[in-house]
């Protein structure tokens, strides 16, 4: 059974920093890329940023291009988020995405497994 479990989400002031985690479980990790979407009440869930499944080619949306940076540790099937300089409207909850020997895709149909989602909240 496949799992992705994210953490790190909480509170923080506009201008603070947060990292988020996403561990899988279920899966042979390197043969998947891995992206971050984030969607706020109302609105449609939206790439955030990517990792391919090698681990040479990341994706960022251009909202979040030198604050928020993504890495991945295939040996600890983990993939992180850190999130930097960050404003009110980041505030969303943030979803872990699974693309076996995907390109980064924008799509979320694209991917196969999702996580539960972490809340983050940044305040003004």
């Known amino acids: 059974q496949v799992q992705l479990v994210e953490s790190g989400g909480g509170l923080v002031q506009a201008g603070g920093s947060l990292r988020l985690s996403c561990a899988a479980n279920?899966?042979?990790?390197?043969?998947?890329?891995m992206a971050w979407f984030r969607q706020a009440p109302g609105k449609e869930r939206d790439i955030v940023a990517g990792i391919r499944f090698g681990g040479g080619f990341t994706y960022y949306a251009d909202y979040v291009k030198g604050r928020f940076t993504i890495s991945r540790d295939n040996a600890k099937n983990t993939v992180t988020l850190q999130m930097n300089s960050l404003k009110p409207e980041d505030t969303a909850v943030y979803y872990c995405?699974?693309?076996?020997?995907?390109?980064?895709?924008?799509?979320?149909?694209?991917?196969?497994?999702w996580g539960q989602g972490t809340q983050v909240t940044v305040s003004s």
């Open positions: 279920g899966l042979t990790f390197s043969t998947y890329s």
């Open positions: 995405a699974a693309d076996k020997w995907g390109g980064i895709s924008r799509r979320v149909s694209d991917y196969d497994y």
